[in-house]
């Protein structure tokens, strides 16, 4: 069964960094979706995309954030300056937001 | 705004008991709901999912969801719990604007004793 994968799992960087987080969609879907669960909340909104770009976002999603589909296959999400608070679990999900990802875990020290 | 509502932040049943996960969701139109689970440290599994139709829907491992219009409620159901059912289960709708965004419910901790 086609599965959606996120690299890397965990992802541990610096107050101020920039990283980048990576998923895969399911091959056929054409929506694409980031979402995030802050430990111990409720899993979050992030961003919808479709047909190479924003269709949707959320008040989290600011200036910081990016989303890109530089190929056929990945779907990136961009934070640029990371923020303490921007520790969570990031998950990719495809296919109107049904299909999910495993997550990468962001910690921010 | 759509809205979900998991009043039980945590549960504790007996393996071989019955289980109900309530969820109750604000939404004007007719809602598209789904019932995901989350075992620690791990992603998102869909359980099952309601757009139309029947309105008791069945779904994988067992369990099975009734969407209620009258009650704003898609409560989630399973008749024997297995202690592999510990986890964290939560009731989502699609919100507005066509984008099949999720909003998610706090979620619901299940404990099983043995």
């Known amino acids: 069964e086609p599965e959606v994968t996120q690299t890397p799992s965990h992802q541990v960087t610096q107050m101020g960094q920039e990283v980048i987080l990576r998923c895969v969609p399911i091959?056929?879907?054409?929506?694409f979706y980031w979402y995030r669960q802050i430990l111990g909340q409720k899993v979050e909104f992030l961003v919808s995309f479709y047909n190479n770009e924003i269709s949707e976002k959320s008040e989290i999603f600011d200036d910081q954030f990016s989303v890109e589909r530089p190929d056929g296959s990945n779907f990136t999400l961009k934070i640029r300056s990371t923020k303490l608070e921007d520790s969570a679990m990031y998950f990719c999900a495809s296919g109107e937001g049904q299909y999910f990802g495993p997550g990468t875990r962001l910690t921010v020290t | 705004a759509q809205s979900v509502t998991q009043p039980d932040i945590h549960i504790t049943v007996s393996e071989g008991a019955s289980l109900e996960l309530r969820c109750n969701y604000s939404?004007?139109?007719?809602?598209?709901l789904f019932w995901y689970v989350q075992s620690p440290g791990q992603g998102l599994q869909l359980l099952l999912k309601y757009f139309s139709g029947d309105t008791l829907v069945q779904g994988i491992k067992g369990f099975e969801a009734e969407f209620k219009r009258s009650q704003s409620s898609f409560n989630l159901r399973k008749p024997s719990v297995h202690w592999s059912d510990a986890a964290e289960y939560f009731c989502a709708v699609y919100g507005s604007g066509n984008t099949g965004k999720l909003i998610f419910g706090q979620g619901t901790t299940l404990q099983v004793k043995p």
């Open positions: 091959s056929n879907h054409l929506y």
């Open positions: 939404y004007g139109a007719t809602p598209y």
